[in-house]
């Protein structure tokens, strides 16, 4: 399976370059994984919603750039559907079945996914109702599909 990650923003924080490589690293057992940082759109840190609307359009079409038709497209968003880690590894599990090996999940920048971007996913994941920095999204979603793979091969992992 490929996996692609696709993330607005630079990762600055060291703790966190650490806990993906960590993942990533884990993950080259069981998947090509590819993580595709894009640039952030700069603006104010007070913004109309206008405003607000164009950063997430310029980002989203950034993001679209990335996406091959024969993606499976999980973009992470607030109104996504819920899932238990054996719920996402029995999704991935069930892609791989069906071939579509080619998965690209999908995580905005700080306001979050362009319409576009919604509308090009073939499903939405959330991981709660809280919003987290998309940073730290990167490392636990990384984290998350490792445990489906290990879900998946009947392999021990920490519940």
Same mark, same amino acid.
């Given at each position: 399976?490929?996996?692609?990650i696709i993330t607005v923003g630079k990762l600055k924080e060291k703790y966190l370059k650490q806990g993906?490589?960590?993942y990533t690293k884990r993950l080259g057992a069981y998947a090509k994984i590819d993580i595709v940082e894009l640039a952030d759109e700069k603006a104010p840190e007070v913004l109309s919603d206008s405003e607000?609307?164009?950063v997430k359009n310029k980002e989203g079409e950034r993001i679209l750039s990335k996406i091959f038709?024969?993606?499976h497209v999980i973009?992470?968003?607030?109104?996504?559907?819920?899932?238990? &880690?054996?719920?996402?590894? !029995?999704?991935? !599990?069930k892609l791989a079945t069906y071939g579509k090996s080619k998965v690209a999940f999908i995580i905005g920048g700080s306001l979050g996914l362009s319409d576009d971007v919604l509308k090009r996913a073939d499903e939405k994941l &959330?991981? &709660?109702?809280?919003?987290?920095?998309?940073?730290?999204?990167?490392?636990?979603?990384?984290?998350?599909?490792?445990?489906?793979?290990?879900?998946?091969r009947g392999e021990p992992y920490h519940k």
């Open positions: 399976m490929n996996i692609t993906i490589a960590e607000m609307q164009q038709p024969d993606h973009a992470l968003a607030i109104q996504g559907k819920m899932k238990s &880690s054996e719920e996402l590894a !029995d999704t991935l !599990d &959330s991981f &709660s109702k809280m919003t987290f920095p998309h940073q730290l999204m990167r490392l636990v979603l990384v984290e998350q599909v490792y445990r489906a793979f290990r879900i998946n």
